[in-house]
């Protein structure tokens, strides 16, 4: 059993920045994909960032594409989410996941754990 937690959320204007982190727990998952999604209020959760197990591959969603940087640390058992030039439609609640496989995907259902999210805020 994997557990995640979500930290790094918080309030910041247009154009800021935040990094995110994933910390898992309860195995190492350097042998798993891991992913990003988010969910802003009244929309269904989207894809935003994948990576695969050792972080040579990396995915985007366009709309975040060029902005956003996903990352990993194995030793640490962490994954981060760099996210720069931010825009008020990034508000969202993050969450992490992770895939029991070493390939990226950005289907959210191929991910067999879930972190409980982080709130992220972007004021105009």
């Known amino acids: 059993q994997v557990q995640l937690v979500e930290s790094g959320g918080g309030l910041v204007q247009a154009g800021g920045s935040l990094r995110l982190s994933c910390a898992a727990s309860g195995r190492t998952v350097s042998t798993y994909a891991m992913g990003w999604f988010r969910q802003a209020p009244g929309k269904e959760r989207e894809f935003a960032a994948a990576?695969?197990?050792?972080?040579?591959?990396?995915l985007y969603a366009d709309s975040v594409k060029g902005r956003f940087t996903i990352s990993r640390d194995n030793a640490k058992n962490t994954a981060y989410l760099q996210m720069n030039s931010l825009k008020p439609e990034d508000t969202a609640v993050y969450y992490c996941a992770v895939r029991s496989n070493r390939g990226a995907t950005m289907l959210a259902y191929e991910y067999n754990y879930w972190g409980q999210g982080t709130q992220v805020t972007v004021s105009s």
């Open positions: 990576i695969n197990y050792i972080g040579s591959t990396t």
